[in-house]
């Protein structure tokens, strides 16, 4: 998600922008600019953080009381300064900024190129900066108008501001991105979400899709572009802080991003065909295979493992990264690592991948964060497009993980495209599987389980991972001590531990429905208290929670509720599910 800030006022606008885009910087960026307005068109722009380009920018050369500033999230294309927002026509007389995607912006730009113009990105947001040049040139009736024949133009989705160094307003347009408009004592604040907002003030309007608010020093004046009149906008106070505005309707982020799967998991197997074939030709000419990552990266790449062995033939070796360099003697330049992490700057994942290197190994790197360092690190990389994720627990980037990384293995199989319609149809589940009856279920088993010394795990193939990240989550958010076992080693060992109402997860399938079934005779035969998780219920469950039976995407499908229960769990503890105590999101030292 790009963040989009501007003001027009009595004040200078660039400490305004700044704060702003400071207060955007959650959403997660990688690129970084502001334009203000003076007797001409000001522009700093760079790749990095903001406290950087403070350092970097000539703020100095940013004068004047109307900017606008961009944070730039790339989820397609090179994070480059040349990428980055603001974007200028050629003449440097008209600056915008975007969120969203110009789908129409290939055929946009063949025309106007036909026309002269000079392009100097490989944005689709560029577009619309020479678009209102173009139709300035072709009517000369003023900024505001060349700008809605514009934005007319435009398919797809945008929020976006354009200044012009000829005249003193901001113009915004809002189709399907969110942008609304503070309306401070000391002018007019935009922004991509009211948050960054609140320090200025609690008097906002949010713009519906097709509005164009036109803000000049005094008024702002709403047009339709709809229905091409003049329309008026209510404003409404905001009676949230800042820290809620950003959660909006979640009480937390985690509650949030749980929420997001159903459309993550989707946007996980967009890929990029070419890149997946160098993947799959990578693996194929491999001699040796290694998935490495941490916490849950790990449990998706154990995961990939059982996926890589049972539907795509190929043996795969997974190791926990900050174990790899007990490996490092097996590395040849034959070798293949899969280096899995959300954040692409775990310490322990970075300094695996770098002994890979050193042996001369190949790297596909799978990440959440084109900026990262993993992206710079990796010779293929995959991105998983999961959008920021602010909880320290990895929700929504866990699933997204296990959905590439089935897509890999179905497409080792010849079996992509199958692979890609299984995902699409689990959609609907994952939707019931986060709606608020499920929801209510698990709050009720919290209510069980909150007080709880110990739970347990267990699970076989697919679902041992899962049983293996539930734990995680549980004991991570909750602080209950947490263990997963694979089902079989119950005997082995730790069925000493079960005594008179201790809790037992059994993940099952229809796969190993039999012998996960006969663990849980173990448990209940000694008091244990079994929680089934699957598609039918049982006679050996003290309590059940019902799942489709979904098979190889069965991970993705129980871990859900697990997540929520997780979540409940700490919520009864009163514990901050979003911030728990020790843990950071990114753990950068070794
Ligand atoms: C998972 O909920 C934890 N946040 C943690 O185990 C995490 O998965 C681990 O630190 C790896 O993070 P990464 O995916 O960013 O490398």
């Known amino acids: 998600m790009c963040g989009i800030i501007g003001y027009i006022g009595r004040e200078e606008a660039t400490p305004i922008l700044l704060k702003g885009l400071k207060n955007l ?27 950087r380009a403070i350092i970097d920018f000539d703020l100095t050369a940013l004068k004047g009381n109307i900017g606008i500033g961009h944070t730039r999230w790339a989820t397609h294309g090179v994070v480059s300064v040349a990428n980055a927002h603001p974007h200028t026509d050629c003449k440097k007389s008209v600056a915008i900024v975007h969120n969203g995607i110009i789908e129409n912006h290939q055929e946009i730009k063949e025309k106007l190129k036909a026309k002269g113009h000079i392009f100097s990105s490989d944005t689709d947001s560029e577009v619309i900066a020479h678009l209102i040049e173009e139709k300035l040139e072709q009517d000369r009736r003023g900024f505001e108008k060349a700008c809605m024949e514009a934005f007319k133009e435009l398919h797809g989705s945008y929020a976006l501001l354009a200044i012009s160094r000829d005249e003193n307003r901001i113009v915004a347009a809002r189709k399907d991105s969110p942008l609304v408009i503070g309306l401070a004592e000391s002018g007019t604040i935009f922004s991509s979400d009211v948050s960054a907002l609140l320090e200025w003030t609690r008097k906002v309007v949010y713009l519906q899709n097709y509005d164009v608010a036109v803000a000049c020093k005094k008024e702002v004046v709403f047009h339709s572009l709809m229905h091409d009149e003049q329309i008026s906008r209510e404003s409404d106070t905001v ?3 800042a820290e809620q505005a950003r959660k909006g309707k979640f009480e937390h982020f985690m509650l949030k991003e749980i929420a997001e799967q159903a459309e993550t998991i989707c946007r996980a197997i967009q890929q990029d ?15 040796g295979i290694f998935f490495v990552g941490c916490g849950s990266s790990y449990h998706a790449c154990l995961t990939g493992s059982y996926l890589f062995s049972k539907v795509a033939g190929v043996h795969v070796n997974v190791v926990v990264a900050s174990e790899f360099e ?65 909880c320290v627990l990895s929700t929504k980037t866990y699933t997204s993980q296990l959905m590439l990384i089935s897509l890999l293995a179905y497409a080792l199989a010849g079996r992509k495209e199958e692979c890609s319609s299984l995902i699409k149809s689990l959609f609907l589940e994952v939707c019931n599987l986060t709606s608020k009856s499920m929801h209510e279920d698990l709050k009720m088993l919290a209510g069980l389980l909150y007080q709880k010394e110990h739970i347990y795990m267990i699970g076989r193939g697919l679902q041992f991972a899962t049983a293996r990240e539930a734990a995680l989550k549980i004991k991570e958010v909750s602080y209950i001590h947490t263990e997963a076992l694979a089902g079989g080693e119950l005997k082995h060992g730790p069925l000493a531990l079960i005594e008179e109402g201790t809790p037992v997860f059994a993940f099952v399938s229809e796969d190993n429905w ?28 003290d309590y059940w929670i019902r799942v489709p039976e979904c098979r190889d995407f069965n991970p993705v499908i129980q871990a859900i509720p697990m997540q929520l229960l997780a979540y409940e769990l700490a919520v009864k503890r009163e514990l901050d599910p979003d911030k728990p105590r020790n843990l950071a999101k990114c753990v950068t030292v070794l």
């Not at 074939?277 to 491999?286: G, H, M, N, Y």
């Not at 039999?514 to 049982?538: C, H, P, Q």
Request: aromatic content about 6%; hydrophobic content about 35%.
């Open 239 to 241: 009676e949230w802080n």
């Open 273 to 287: 065909d070419t890149v997946v074939e160098r993947v799959l030709e990578e693996v194929k000419k491999a001699k």
């Open 25 to 51: 910087e959650y959403r997660g960026y990688d690129s970084v600019g502001m334009a203000t307005k003076s007797d001409r068109i000001n522009i700093c722009k760079g790749v990095g953080k903001i406290d």
């Open 326 to 390: 007990n490996y490092e003697h097996f590395l040849t330049c034959d070798t293949l690592v899969f280096a899995v992490s959300q954040s692409g700057e775990t310490a322990d994942v970075l300094d695996a991948v770098r002994a890979a290197r050193r042996r001369g190994s190949r790297v596909i790197a799978i990440t959440n964060v084109i900026g990262s360092s993993l992206v710079r690190e990796g010779d293929e990389l995959l991105l998983m497009n999961s959008g920021p994720e602010i």
């Open 514 to 541: 039999d012998k996960t079934r006969s663990n849980a005779e173990e448990v209940r035969a000694r008091g244990g208290m079994v929680i089934g998780v699957s598609a039918r219920d049982d006679e050996v469950f």
